[in-house]
Nanobody, 128 residues
């Protein structure tokens, strides 16, 4: 069982930057592809980005590509989402998620249903 706790959300002006962090506990962190999703009011949850267990592979949603960066520190059991050039449409609750993968296999996971564990989410609000 893995517990995920997001932090770093808040209010930021358009064009600004924010870094979200997700701390994992209760499992072998390097056994998981880690993902970030977001959900805006009245909308479905959307894939933001993910990173394979070693950090060798990353993937991003089209709406954030070139602005957001996912990174991880396996020694600390954390995954981060660096968000630059923020737009009002980036306003959402951001969730981190963990997908258990076979040992040593680098996997990119974009599907929400493929993730095994989820955090509670952290609110990001971008003002215009």
């Amino acid at each position: 069982q893995v517990q995920l706790t997001e932090s770093g959300g808040g209010l930021v002006q358009a064009g600004g930057s924010l870094t979200l962090s997700c701390a994992a506990s209760g499992g072998t962190f390097s056994s998981y592809t880690m993902g970030w999703f977001r959900q805006a009011p009245g909308k479905e949850r959307e894939f933001v980005g993910c990173i394979s267990w070693s950090g060798a592979l990353t993937s991003y949603g089209n709406s954030v590509k070139g602005r957001f960066t996912v990174s991880r520190d396996n020694a600390k059991g954390t995954v981060s989402l660096q968000m630059n050039s923020l737009k009002p449409e980036d306003t959402a609750v951001y969730y981190c998620a963990a997908d258990h993968v076979l040992s040593g296999i680098e996997i990119i996971t974009k599907g929400e249903s493929d993730y095994d564990y989820w955090g509670q989410g952290t609110q990001v609000t971008v003002s215009s």
